[in-house]
Nanobody, 123 residues
Framework: VQLQASGGGLVQAGGSLRLSCAASVRTFSGYTMAWFRQAPGKEREFVAAISWPGGSILYADSVKGRFTISRDSAKNTVYLQMNSLKPEDTAVYYC?????????????????WGQGTKVTVSA
């Protein structure tokens, strides 16, 4: 499974971005997908996760009400809509996949990772 993340960029505080993660896999079914982020000098942290086919979703408290994770099974793609962005959201965002339907927040339980896309939020 290869994951290709895109959509990062520079945005002002209060703005929005939508990240995409395309999976090169014959079938998207059964994979739990997630977004993590890593800010400079900090450890990688969980942002959001969505089960297959999408009935279970988890968010980190820091992004609840501002970020929305979704998936398009026809396109083998997962999205992260980020609204009301804050400077503390600045990080490299990674998408990840695990071939189990249980949604988890532990990065160590994800088997496949994308290359990351950088998000910078200016004050």
């Amino acid at each position: 499974v290869q994951l290709q993340a895109s959509g990062g960029g520079l945005v002002q505080a209060g703005g929005s971005l939508r990240l995409s993660c395309a999976a090169s896999v014959r079938t998207f079914s059964g994979y739990t997908m997630a977004w993590f982020r890593q800010a400079p000098g900090k450890e990688r942290e969980f942002v959001a996760a969505i089960s297959w086919p999408g009935g279970s979703i988890l968010y980190a408290d820091s992004v609840k009400g501002r970020f929305t994770i979704s998936r398009d099974s026809a396109k083998n793609t997962v999205y992260l809509q980020m609204n009301s962005l804050k400077p503390e959201d600045t990080a490299v965002y990674y998408c990840a996949a695990r071939r189990y339907r249980v949604v988890v927040t532990d990065a160590g339980k994800f088997d496949y990772w994308g290359q990351g896309t950088k998000v910078t939020v200016s004050a």
